[in-house]
C-alpha cells in the first residue's frame, strides 16, 4: 500500500467515525480544498490542490446527534490520541495507527471574552467527548457550507455515499481577511487612544462604560421628539397621506 492509499484508507476511517455528525461539523483546511473540486460548482483548478497530513473539522459548541461519544467511535475505529499542550481539557490529535501520517483536531468558536472569570485562558473545550480547541471567529467558516458526495465513482470507499460539508473557499479567505483586520484596527485604535488620552487604557472598563452610557442618553433624547411628534398625529390622517 503506498502513502497516497494509506492516507485516502485513514480519511475514510475518519469520515466513517464521524457518520453520524457529518450534517453538524464542517472540514475546513486541506482537505476542504481537495473535496473543493469533488462540488459541481466548484471551478476547474489547474494546480494540484493543497496537501496537508491532518484534518481539521470545525464543530459548534454542542452536538445534536446522541449517539456515542465522538470520542469512542475514533478510539473504536482505530484513532490514537496525541495530547498536546498543559490545557485542560488537553488539545487531542487523533492519529489513524500508531505513527500514521493522518492525524485529525477539532476547532470550536470562541464565545464571549477569551479568559474566565479566575483570569485562566479559555483554550479547549469537550465536545461529544473530544477536545476541541477554541478560536475566535472558527464559525464563519461553517456559515452556508458546501455538501459534496463521497462514493466509489470519485475514489473514495463508501457505499452506500457519504455527504460531508466542506467549508467554502470565499468563506476561509473572508474569515482570515476579517480576523487580520479586526486585530489591525483594534491595534491602531487601542495605540491611539494609549498615546492621545492621558491616564486612560485602551482596555479600561470604566471609560467604555461611561462611553456606551453617553451613546446610549444620545440615543434615546435623539429618537425621544420625534417620538412625541409622532404620537400627536392622528392616525386617520396619517393613514389618508399613505
Not at 473540486?37 to 445534536?64: E, F, M, N, Q, S
Not at 476541541?132 to 457505499?159: A, C, D, H, T
Not at 468563506?171 to 492621558?198: K, N
Request: proline content about 6%; hydrophobic content about 45%.
Amino acid at each position: 500500500m503506498n502513502e497516497r492509499d494509506r492516507e485516502l484508507e485513514a480519511f475514510s476511517k475518519f469520515i466513517g467515525a464521524l457518520e453520524p455528525w457529518l450534517c453538524e461539523v464542517v472540514l475546513i483546511g486541506g482537505w476542504a480544498h481537495r473535496l473543493y473540486r469533488r462540488h459541481p460548482l466548484a471551478r476547474r483548478l489547474a494546480y494540484l490542490p493543497l496537501i496537508t497530513l491532518d484534518g481539521d473539522v470545525a464543530v459548534p459548541p454542542k452536538l445534536k446527534a446522541r449517539e456515542l461519544s465522538v470520542r469512542k467511535r475514533l478510539l473504536d475505529a482505530g484513532f490514537v490520541e496525541e495530547f498536546v499542550g498543559e490545557d485542560w481539557p488537553p488539545a487531542t490529535h487523533y492519529h489513524y495507527g500508531k505513527g500514521g501520517g493522518f492525524y485529525a483536531e477539532f476547532l470550536s468558536p470562541l464565545v464571549g471574552s477569551e479568559y474566565d472569570r479566575r483570569g485562566k485562558r479559555k483554550a479547549t473545550q469537550e465536545v461529544g467527548g473530544i477536545s476541541s480547541q477554541l478560536l475566535r471567529y472558527i464559525e464563519i467558516l461553517m456559515i452556508s457550507p458546501w455538501k459534496v458526495q463521497l462514493g466509489r465513482e470519485n475514489g473514495y470507499p463508501f457505499s452506500p455515499k457519504r455527504k460531508v460539508q466542506i467549508a467554502r473557499l470565499t468563506e476561509l479567505f473572508g474569515g482570515l481577511a476579517l480576523v487580520l483586520a479586526c486585530v489591525g484596527v483594534y491595534g491602531v485604535t487601542a495605540y491611539s487612544v494609549e498615546r492621545r488620552i492621558w491616564g486612560v487604557k485602551s482596555y479600561d472598563p470604566m471609560i467604555i462604560a461611561i462611553a456606551a452610557l453617553v451613546l446610549a442618553v444620545c440615543a434615546i433624547f435623539a429618537a425621544s421628539l420625534p417620538a412625541r411628534r409622532a404620537t400627536r398625529v392622528d392616525p386617520m390622517v396619517a393613514l389618508r397621506y399613505e
